[in-house]
């Protein structure tokens, strides 16, 4: 599977954007979608999750209730709407996806087996 990330840019405190992971090479019908991000001198951490295709989503405790995971299975794309930004949110954003991941390990990076290039989220105060 090749995935490719896009949709992130430079936006003000309380902005909304929507990220979107492009899919070829294989469907993501059935494998669980991973959001991580990264920001400058930190760990790339979990972000959210959609476990095999849906409807079973999970989010980290700082972005849930803000932010909202989706797959599109006719366009064979994933999405990450992200409502209410803060500046605490700024980081390089990674979709990744796995056909085979187990629920306990979905929070894990190195579990994935399949990752798209970085886009930068810039959130200004």
């Known amino acids: 599977v090749q995935l490719q990330a896009s949709g992130g840019g430079l936006v003000q405190a309380g902005d909304s954007l929507r990220l979107s992971c492009a899919a070829s090479?294989?469907?993501?019908?059935?494998?669980?979608i991973g959001w991580f991000r990264q920001a400058p001198g930190k760990e790339r951490e979990f972000v959210a999750a959609?476990?095999?295709?849906?409807?079973?989503?999970y989010y980290t405790a700082s972005v849930k209730g803000r932010f909202t995971i989706s797959l599109n299975n006719d366009k064979n794309t994933a999405s990450l709407l992200m409502n209410s930004l803060r500046p605490e949110d700024t980081a390089v954003y990674y979709c990744?996806?796995?056909?085979?991941?187990?629920?306990?390990?979905?929070?894990?990076?190195?579990?994935?087996?399949?990752w798209g290039q970085g886009t930068q989220v810039t959130v200004s105060s």
């Open positions: 990744a996806a796995d056909p085979s991941i187990i629920l306990s390990s979905i929070r894990v990076p190195h579990s994935y087996e399949y």
């Open positions: 959609i476990f095999r295709g849906g409807p079973n989503t």
């Open positions: 090479g294989r469907t993501l019908s059935r494998q669980t």
